[in-house]
């Protein structure tokens, strides 16, 4: 009897150190989950919050209800700015849907040869400045642009040559989505309309374009919000087309008026968030396309169709390689138009010479952080929200955050951070004009899509591994080390890759933030071509984009070579 009272008494021991090592972990998680929601509200809510704020208050802080409102709305500037900020947004719209659609109908619906280079070649958009595509067709049909002859007196100042750089700009974006939505179909479909005989045409209305519909919403919210937040193309090559984000920059760099730049903030966001409403509640709706019967869809070769998708293809990655070509090329140039003998006097006078060069070195070194720190923070942030035990209301606060910044302009971003981090009463204010402020609104403008991408790689991963973490006592944090990392790291390199791209391209959230010794290289580019140096603007430009292409060349090594190790174990041997 002594010896089972004793085993006993062993056991509800043991069972309860078990109990407070598991409670003190979890104090642990719940911690780490209280300074991530910090964190966010402090970098995301906070500065949202004081933009709103200043809408209702005079440069004294009084408070004045709606008196800013009615002041700038009374100005008709004011609704043509805004009538031509949605034109642009319509239109750039109108035209890079049935673009992007076509394009990604021939990458998933077509047997032509060259898929993944011409896949590629349209993605390169992603690796440079929005600024670049301005200061390419300016080079093409500019004052003293090769093919301005072509324009019949025309300017491409204005209307016409936002929309063509917002076309390049946005296309790659669209693409991405639409190819998704096509990639799921299910091949049993088409299977049963060739057996009735059913033509291409009639397929393509009843089934194709049903089965993306989701996609194409996606697509049109996505471009219309790129287009109505974007400030560096109507900058550059906008001339006297004014839209709402030119009149911010101009109210905070050349008047220095903050309360009706956050009204303006405020009328951006609208459209912003609008347009992210939604899409979140149209992708509520929408079912999946695969099911555990279906078949994935296999086009037949058809060389007519083939040829004419591929053709296609090929004249959009010509106009693609000719926007970028044309900067590149222009970088090397003595003197564009007069002396157009090649050389490196951009690169040395332009750049070295006259001090610039350091942008290009403090994107290198802001990029650098914003891929390091960023990934670390999202990912972590997503496996405490998913794969640790904390109030179900904490998490859920950290899920809203997260998501939020996908609706935020990054130019409403940058402004908000004015207004906290430059106030003389923050104790954070030797944040400002850092290039740690720079990164940190960086990963806070494109958290959303990492967040997503840090989820659903976590969710793939059975949450046994956490319970049996647990009964054996092994700290999460451990477990998150040796398992949860290895089995994602596919996804955190594709999370450090894109973060480092925007990094080295993001204009509108940094666009207010640096100092003289902080400025960014995508801002250089703006610069430059606000001072009429648009040889070194082409210049700055190269070096970003091959940069980000050497970055993503890297990032394919390093995940080749790494995978090949950790990721061994998702390779299925026969035999």
Known sequence: MSAVLIERRSGEEAHEEVRQITHWHDRIAQLALLLMSAMLALFLLM??????????????????????FSGYLASKAVWTSALH??????????IVIPMAFTFAYALTRSCMPMKNAVRTVALLPLLAPTLLSAVSFIYWFGNSGLLKPLLHGHSIYGFSGIVCSLVYAAFPHVLMILVTALSLSDGRLYEAADAMGTSRLRKFVTI??????????????VSFTICINDFGVPVVIGGPYTVLSTDIYKLI??????????????????????????DYFIRRKQQSQLGARSTPFQPKPSRGFDMAMLAYCAVVCLLMIAVVGISVFASFVKFWPY?????????????IAAGIFDA???????????????????????????????????????????????????LVLGISYIFLFNAPANPLNGLYGTLALLAVVTVVHYYSSSHLTAVTALRQIDNEFEAVSASLKVPFYKTFWRVTVPVCLPSILQIARYLFVNGMTTVSAVAFLYSPDTQPASVAILNLDDAGQIGPAAAMATLVLVTAACACLLFAAVSHGVLRRTQAWRTTRRG
């Open 208 to 221: 194709t374009l049903p089965g993306a519909k989701y996609g194409l919403i996606s697509a049109t919210m």
């Open 339 to 351: 002396q157009m003998s090649l050389g490196l006097q951009h690169y040395k006078m332009g750049l």
């Open 360 to 410: 290009y070195k403090n994107s290198l070194k802001m990029a650098a952080c914003v891929a390091i720190g960023g990934t670390a923070i999202v990912f972590g942030g997503a496996y405490l929200v998913e794969k640790t035990r904390g109030p179900r209301w904490l998490r859920g606060f950290i899920n809203l955050c997260a998501i939020l910044p996908m609706g935020v302009p990054g």
């Open 253 to 278: 760099i050349g008047l220095q008026d903050f309360n009706r730049s956050a009204v303006v903030s405020l009328l951006l966001l609208c459209p912003a968030l609008v347009a992210f409403a939604v």
């Open 47 to 68: 500065p949202l919050a004081l933009v709103i704020g200043k809408c209702f208050v005079d440069a004294d802080g009084k408070f004045i209800g709606l008196a800013n």
């Open 85 to 94: 900020s949605v034109a642009v947004a319509c239109t750039v719209t109108s």
